[in-house]
T-cell receptor, first 115, second 114 residues
Framework: ELKVEQNPLFLSMQEGKNYTIYCNYS?????LYWYRQDPGKSLESLFV?????AVKQEGRLMASLDTKARLSTLHITAAVHDLSATYFC???????????????FGKGTHLIIQP | NAGVTQTPKFQVLKTGQSMTLQCAQD?????MYWYRQDPGMGLRLIYY???????DKGEVPNGYNVSRLNKREFSLRLESAAPSQTSVYFC?????????????FGPGTRLTVL
């Protein structure tokens, strides 16, 4: 059974601080997805990591993928209130990643950034 | 481009009633998906359609049926709703080919079964 585990599941932090969200998965997939969800809203794609060692950055968020460790991280630098949201990682149910199978999601990290 | 659209946005049913959730995408994607989201559970795959004319079960298919009406539309039907089906339902689509192949999500349908 494919498992995707995120930690922490809940994170409260102050503006200006740095923190990292971790995503462990059990498949041999070499791609991983990060999504953001605001309360009551849909999921918005943040990053698609396509291979081992992939690193992507957008503003204060940086995601990386280590397929050998089956680990992805989402790092937040100098957090601001607007980054408060729930963040999900997900992997393809088909490890080849190029197909049409669905995604398996982690349970999400609920992030609150306080002034 | 509207992306992925879903109707209705909200629905309240009584136990035993039936309903169909509609989903359409205008991105010419091959693959479409239905997920449900429950508090603390992340998203779980109900059914998917890899291409027009095919459908397959996901992790939690019991109590649901689907129809891939054409390349654009993928509907989810609850034949006899149960309180355990109270959830937020998301439809998604993706190209199903190589490359980024990320899934794009609709706005969701909030369903309450009394």
């Amino acid at each position: 059974e494919l498992k995707v585990e995120q930690n922490p599941l809940f994170l409260s932090m102050q503006e200006g601080k740095n923190y990292t969200i971790y995503c462990n998965y059990s498949t041999t997939s070499d791609r991983l997805y990060w999504y953001r969800q605001d309360p009551g809203k849909s999921l918005e794609s943040l990053f698609v990591l396509l291979s081992n060692g992939a690193v992507k950055q957008e503003g204060r968020l940086m995601a990386s993928l280590d397929t050998k460790a089956r680990l992805s991280t989402l790092h937040i630098t100098a957090a601001v209130h607007d980054l408060s949201a729930t963040y999900f990682c997900a992997v393809d149910q088909d490890p080849s990643g190029g197909g049409a199978d669905g995604l398996t999601f982690g349970k999400g990290t609920h992030l609150i950034i306080q002034p | 481009n509207a992306g992925v659209t879903q109707t209705p946005k909200f629905q309240v049913l009584k136990t035993g009633q039936s309903m169909t959730l509609q989903c359409a995408q205008d991105m010419n994607h091959n693959s479409m998906y239905w997920y449900r989201q429950d508090p603390g559970m992340g998203l779980r795959l109900i059914y998917y359609s890899a291409s027009e004319g095919t459908t397959d079960k996901g992790e939690v298919p019991n109590g649901y049926n689907v129809s891939r009406l054409n390349k654009r539309e993928f509907s989810l039907r609850l034949e006899s709703a149960a309180p355990s089906q109270t959830s937020v339902y998301f439809c998604a689509s993706r190209s199903g080919t190589s490359g980024f192949n990320e899934q794009f999500f609709g706005p969701g349908t909030r369903l309450t079964v009394l």
